[in-house]
């Protein structure tokens, strides 16, 4: 069974630095997705950034980018110059790539907090 | 931007009581699927439907569930007899087709059973 584990239920950091998600995962697949999405109070649940398993580049977004580590199953989310608007629960999701299993996987979340 | 829309936005009902949730989807998705957040806790998925049927639903989608697509545009939960623990955020998603990954999520449905 796949599972993600985010390992910080909550992480505080000041404006304009930067800021680190962690996120781990379990599969036996070799093709998946792999997704942080961004949740603010009004529980909206919005994509930020998504990498693809067989991609090595790892992807980014503006401000967005992470650190995928295929063989160490670690999937980390890195915040730039952070804003007061990035204060959000922030989910890491897994998704295998065939679609037999359709559903997306996500972790329990961690809970950011910017200090202006 | 197309964007997925649920109503309502709050719903209280008695236990016991059925409810019915509302979604829709992006105009051109054909996957549909319904997650639920109970407070404070992970993002769960209930079901997945295609094709006007499920696909896959999970442990927590027991009989008391059930989804339909009645008209073409809007997709449905229902639970016909609310128990305290169904209390939780509901989020209706949709994806476009096979090859997208990415699902989009609705703003959730507040179900709070008293």
């Known amino acids: 069974a796949q599972t993600v584990t985010q390992s910080q239920p909550e992480m505080s950091v000041q404006e304009a630095e930067t800021v680190t998600l962690s996120c781990t995962y379990d599969t036996s697949e070799s093709d998946y997705y792999l997704f942080w999405y961004k949740q603010p109070p009004s529980r909206q649940m919005i994509l930020v950034i998504r990498q693809e398993a067989y991609k090595q580049q790892n992807a980014t977004e503006n401000r967005f980018s992470v650190n995928f580590q295929k063989a160490a199953k670690s999937f980390s989310l890195k915040i730039s110059d952070s804003q007061l608007g990035d204060a959000a629960m922030y989910f890491c999701?897994?998704?295998?790539?065939?679609?037999?299993?359709?559903?997306?996987?996500f972790g329990k979340g961690t809970r950011l907090h910017i200090l202006p | 931007e197309p964007e997925v829309t649920q109503t309502p936005s709050h719903q209280v009902t008695q236990m016991g009581q059925e409810v019915i949730l509302r979604c829709v989807p992006i105009s051109n998705h054909l996957y549909f699927y319904w997650y639920r957040q109970i407070l404070g806790q992970k993002v769960e998925f209930l079901v997945s439907f295609y094709n006007n049927e499920i696909s896959e639903k999970s442990e927590i989608f027991d009989d008391q569930f059930s989804v339909e697509r009645p008209d073409g545009s809007n997709f449905t939960l229902k639970i016909r007899s609310t128990k305290l623990e169904d209390s939780a955020m509901y989020f209706c998603a949709s994806r476009r087709d096979r090859v997208e990954p990415e699902a989009f999520f609705g703003q959730g449905t507040r179900l709070t059973v008293v």
């Open positions: 999701a897994f998704k295998p790539l065939m679609n037999r299993d359709d559903k997306i996987i």
